[in-house]
């Protein structure tokens, strides 16, 4: 298997471990140094434990988060993803999209950088 098509594969099983909020999937996709920014809330943690603590308290706040995705990018240990998230707030279907940047290393998850329109959600 080529480069692209492991790296594509190893997103398509995170954005599933993202889907059903298993952290366990999640944090064995980061490596032990990963960073997870969020530019648009400005949150940043970083290392696998901390990252794996904000990812739980995402879900916390948001139980029935899921994400669609609406493209992929796949080029020299990178990913690019394009999604749109849904969620429920104060009994309203909330949506909105955004794009997530993935530099790997040695298989792994080194950074996440997310860049949305989180702070101006759409009803549905």
Do not use: C
Not at 32 to 37: A, G, I, K, L, M
Not at 47 to 69: C, K, M, Y
């Amino acid at each position: 298997m080529d480069e692209a098509a492991g790296l594509e594969e190893a997103i398509g099983r995170y954005n599933d471990a993202w889907n059903v909020q298993d952290l366990d999937a999640i944090h064995a996709a980061h490596a032990p140094d990963v960073v997870f920014e969020n530019h648009t809330a400005g949150e940043r943690a970083e290392g696998a434990g901390p990252v794996r603590e904000h990812i739980a308290q995402i879900f916390r706040n948001w139980p029935d988060l899921r994400f669609t995705s609406r493209r992929l990018y796949v080029r020299d240990s990178l990913v690019v993803s394009e999604w749109t998230a849904h969620a429920t707030r104060d009994g309203k279907r909330l949506e909105w999209d955004g794009i997530d940047v993935f530099p790997f290393e040695n298989g792994l998850i080194k950074r996440k950088d997310v860049y949305s329109a989180g702070h101006r959600p759409r009803s549905s």
